[in-house]
């Protein structure tokens, strides 16, 4: 598990140009959970090729940080983003929540598998609580 605070797409091309130099036979798992409504918004088109070295990508809600969205207007954002991004990634996914997120991995995850935990809110949490599972069902 690794965990970067990618998030922006740039860094997110590099974090996995990385790891895929070196896990180059490995599955990269990433979950990627975008950093503000209006980062995202601005940065729509940028994110479609940034993935290009994951094999699976799994994007959360939008951490909205100091940002509201009061009328719900920019529920749908984080959908056009992944949009975007499975116009160039075909295994590219919503996956909601941290905890829905969490719980799609568990399913998701295989052994060998690498995954990747980008953001700068709390994706942290994803790759943490995983990990945490993970331990606990090799000890079963």
Known sequence: MIDDYAHHPTETRATLAAARTAFPQARLVVYMQ?????????????????????????????????????DGSLSGLVHTLVARIAAHHPAASYGGTIDEAIEVLMVLLQPGDVLLTLGAGDSNLVGADVLRRLTIMEQI
Request: charged share 25%; net charge negative; proline share 5%.
């Open 34 to 70: 975008p950093h503000t409504y209006s980062r995202t918004r601005t940065l729509l088109d940028a994110w479609g090729g940034a993935f290009a070295d994951a094999d699976v990508v799994l994007i959360g809600a939008i951490y909205a940080a100091r940002e509201r969205d009061p």
